[in-house]
């Protein structure tokens, strides 16, 4: 298989021998995306599914989930298809992975196929170690996903987004939205796509605050804590205020959306598997969220997020009333909770 890389504008310089950043994605027979930073995992796969469909277009993506993995999955999933089309394998949560998964990767990174391309995704800790340190000695190119946890790094990745998206801001405004959803890398790149397709020109420090200022943030998240809490009549007493006082039902429902998912984060670390910190939640958020997670089931949590996430299409313009639809999924989080 030939060589294949494209690196996006603005990208740090490859890391020595095999480790790469994660935007700078290649093909490979193996290759392994590691980090805990969850959508820039997402990103690196992304890329390199990229990369294989440029070269052609035919490329099936083959899916393999490492905590349901049985034994000769791998093997099977690369395997030539019916037709012959070139494939990616992508291997999702090694980190919490069977056995079998390991003992299949390794071998299979004894003797690859150069037509298919392996795709490892690993989201950090010791588990599986043997594996990795196999991938690793193969010279397999290594996509590396760090947390991006420093102020500066989150700066960057703003900037970095608004390069590629053809679009200026200014710093002060870079700064602002750090400061408003800095504390979820997904939260902010969704807040860059936002300003992007919503607005035209350079980004100012007021669209930010019109969007993500601290007043609305901070009552987005009163109903939040509301509704989660199953106080309806509080949840939408406040919604009404914020909307009453200038508040825009998209960033409402961007905080509704932030706190079920971190009640979802939590949920998982309860599950086994992954720890707080590889999640980038701090304390403080997992001691609240298992405390609220008592009151929740599963089936409650999911309609919930089912609710925020219609809210969310019907605010950004597929439905008619933003007004009712937000107000409607917060009535919707507040009954899903268990009495």
């Not at 109903?223 to 009549?233: H, I, T």
């Not at 929740?296 to 019907?314: K, M, Y």
């Given at each position: 298989?030939?060589?294949?890389?494209?690196?996006?504008?603005?990208?740090?310089?490859?890391?020595?021998?095999?480790?790469?950043?994660?935007?700078?994605?290649?093909?490979?027979?193996?290759?392994?995306?590691?980090?805990?930073?969850?959508?820039?995992?997402?990103?690196?796969?992304?890329?390199?599914?990229?990369?294989?469909?440029?070269?052609?277009?035919?490329?099936?993506?083959?899916?393999?989930?490492?905590?349901?993995?049985?034994?000769?999955?791998?093997?099977?999933?690369?395997?030539?298809?019916?037709?012959?089309?070139?494939?990616?394998?992508?291997?999702?949560?090694?980190?919490?992975?069977?056995?079998?998964?390991?003992?299949?990767?390794?071998?299979?990174?004894?003797?690859?196929?150069?037509?298919?391309?392996?795709?490892?995704?690993?989201?950090?800790?010791?588990?599986?170690?043997?594996?990795?340190?196999?991938?690793?000695?193969?010279?397999?190119?290594?996509?590396?996903?760090?947390?991006?946890?420093?102020?500066?790094?989150?700066?960057?990745?703003?900037?970095?987004?608004?390069?590629?998206?053809?679009?200026?801001?200014?710093?002060?405004?870079?700064?602002?939205?750090?400061?408003?959803?800095?504390?979820?890398?997904?939260?902010?790149?969704?807040?860059?796509?936002?300003?992007?397709?919503?607005?035209?020109?350079?980004?100012?420090?007021?669209?930010?605050?019109?969007?993500?200022?601290?007043?609305?943030?901070?009552?987005?998240?009163?109903?939040?804590?509301?509704?989660?809490?199953?106080?309806?009549?509080?949840?939408?007493?406040?919604?009404?205020?914020?909307?009453?006082?200038?508040?825009?039902?998209?960033?409402?429902?961007?905080?509704?959306?932030?706190?079920?998912?971190?009640?979802?984060?939590?949920?998982?670390?309860?599950?086994?598997?992954?720890?707080?910190?590889?999640?980038?939640?701090?304390?403080?958020?997992?001691?609240?969220?298992?405390?609220?997670l008592q009151r929740w089931t599963p089936e409650g949590l999911a309609t919930a997020i089912t609710a925020v996430a219609q809210a969310d299409a019907e605010v950004k313009g597929a439905g008619r009333d933003p007004v009712f639809a937000v107000e409607r999924a917060v009535l919707t989080i507040a009954r899903s909770r268990r009495g």
């Amino acid at each position: 298989m030939p060589p294949a890389t494209r690196s996006r504008p603005g990208a740090r310089k490859p890391a020595s021998g095999n480790v790469r950043s994660w935007d700078e994605p290649t093909l490979a027979p193996v290759v392994l995306v590691r980090g805990p930073e969850d959508l820039l995992r997402e990103r690196a796969v992304d890329g390199v599914v990229g990369l294989a469909r440029e070269r052609d277009p035919e490329t099936e993506k083959v899916e393999l989930e490492g905590a349901t993995y049985g034994s000769g999955q791998l093997q099977v999933a690369v395997s030539p298809s019916l037709f012959g089309e070139a494939k990616v394998v992508v291997v999702s949560g090694a980190e919490a992975a069977t056995d079998e998964l390991y003992a299949d990767v390794i071998a299979h990174v004894a003797s690859p196929d150069p037509e298919t391309t392996v795709v490892v995704v690993h989201g950090g800790g010791q588990r599986g170690k043997k594996m990795l340190d196999t991938i690793v000695a193969s010279g397999a190119p290594v996509l590396q996903c760090d947390a991006v946890a420093r102020e500066a790094e989150k700066a960057e990745f703003v900037t970095r987004e608004l390069r590629a998206a053809r679009r200026r801001a200014e710093p002060e405004a870079v700064r602002a939205l750090v400061d408003a959803l800095g504390n979820d890398l997904r939260e902010l790149a969704s807040a860059v796509s936002q300003l992007v397709s919503d607005t035209t020109g350079t980004i100012t420090e007021g669209l930010v605050d019109r969007y993500y200022g601290g007043r609305v943030e901070a009552t987005g998240f009163k109903v939040a804590d509301a509704a989660v809490a199953g106080d309806a009549g509080a949840a939408v007493a406040l919604l009404r205020h914020a909307l009453a006082t200038g508040g825009d039902p998209v960033p409402l429902v961007a905080a509704l959306a932030m706190r079920l998912r971190t009640l979802a984060k939590v949920a998982a670390i309860r599950g086994g598997g992954v720890t707080a910190r590889e999640l980038g939640l701090q304390d403080w958020q997992v001691r609240n969220a298992q405390r609220d997670l008592q009151r929740w089931t599963p089936e409650g949590l999911a309609t919930a997020i089912t609710a925020v996430a219609q809210a969310d299409a019907e605010v950004k313009g597929a439905g008619r009333d933003p007004v009712f639809a937000v107000e409607r999924a917060v009535l919707t989080i507040a009954r899903s909770r268990r009495g």
